[in-house]
């Protein structure tokens, strides 16, 4: 009954910006660390970005210094800044959350959808 839902996905030129938004919902005791990753056509699912709960960041190596990850815990939601967009980063991008849903039951990871975003030459 957790669901994760993103937004904030579309087609972009080369050298602009996105914020995706991932809202996490429904019966949650607690959220550990949050992550995107992203799937390009024909390639394997891989780490985008993670942030524990309490705000420590990593970032795959291909967008550091590009885009920023943050958190609202407050609001179950975790952000996605993409500034300095390439068409490379044209992917399906999936918001995971690690989520224990009850006080007597394990922690569990979590996906959204997924949100396409498309950067253009």
């Known amino acids: 009954q957790v669901h994760l839902v993103e937004s904030g996905g579309g087609l972009v030129q080369a050298g602009g910006s996105l914020r995706l938004s991932c809202a996490a919902s429904?019966?949650?005791?607690?959220?550990?660390?949050m992550g995107w990753y992203r799937q390009a056509p024909g390639k394997q699912r891989v780490l985008v970005a993670t942030i524990t709960r309490g705000g420590s960041t990593n970032y795959a190596d291909s967008v550091k210094g590009r885009f920023t990850i943050s958190r609202d815990n407050a609001k179950n939601t975790v952000y996605l800044q993409m500034n300095s967009l390439k068409p490379e980063d044209t992917a399906v991008y999936y918001c995971?959350?690690?989520?224990?849903?009850?006080?007597?039951?394990?922690?569990?990871?979590?996906w959204g959808q997924g949100t396409q975003v498309t950067v253009s030459s």
């Open positions: 429904g019966s949650i005791f607690r959220i550990n660390a």
């Open positions: 995971n959350a690690d989520i224990v849903v009850a006080i007597t039951t394990p922690l569990y990871d979590y």
